[in-house]
């Protein structure tokens, strides 16, 4: 009985904070994987430019900073052409959709998280992230009819004051 209870107060408290379970970010490991990459640019082999490019595009995603999800997107965007190998692609296109719902463009988000469940129909992170994306456009769509309930309440009972004061 107290973990049915615990579990309740669990997801209520997910409701009101937007929890979720995709880590966050950091600045400082921002930064290291953005100093990873310029040693990576000095004569480096392609392939370790190419992890330590997509470290820093998992950590800017994944970054408490707007302007830092924003440039993953740009950057995972950018390096989407010519790759020819499905787990990349994948891999790639599950950070856009991280980085997608972290900006709030949920609608976005999920059909990038389905086109991943295309290619890997029981990856257990897209399927998390899809979950993720669900719950928080219900909860924007509860939260928004809560709203407009409120609204249209109040502009009845102000509309019902002004006519009793007419009379």
């Known amino acids: 009985m107290e973990a049915k209870i615990g579990q309740f ?25 953005e100093r990873e990459v310029a040693e990576a640019e000095k004569g480096s082999a392609d392939e370790l430019k190419s992890e330590c490019i997509m470290r820093l ?8 900073r707007p302007e830092d999800v924003q440039r993953g997107i740009a950057m995972l965007e950018a390096s989407l052409s010519g790759i020819s190998s499905p787990l990349q692609m994948r891999e790639k296109i599950y950070l856009l959709a991280v980085g997608y719902y972290r900006g709030g463009d949920y609608s976005r988000s999920r059909q ?3 086109r991943c469940l295309e290619i890997a129909p029981d990856w257990r992170q897209a399927l998390n992230l899809k979950k993720a994306i669900e719950d928080r456009i ?8 809560g709203i407009t309930a409120t609204v249209v309440g109040l502009l009845a009972g102000g ?3 002004a006519l009793s004061r007419k009379k």
């Open 159 to 161: 509309i019902a004051a």
């Open 138 to 145: 219900t909860k924007d769509g509860v939260i928004g009819v």
């Open 57 to 64: 595009s998992w950590a800017l995603v994944h970054s408490k």
């Open 9 to 33: 107060f669990d997801s209520v408290g997910n409701f009101f904070t937007g929890g979720d379970q995709i880590p966050w970010c950091d600045a400082d490991i921002v930064a290291g994987c």
């Open 112 to 114: 990038l998280v389905d």
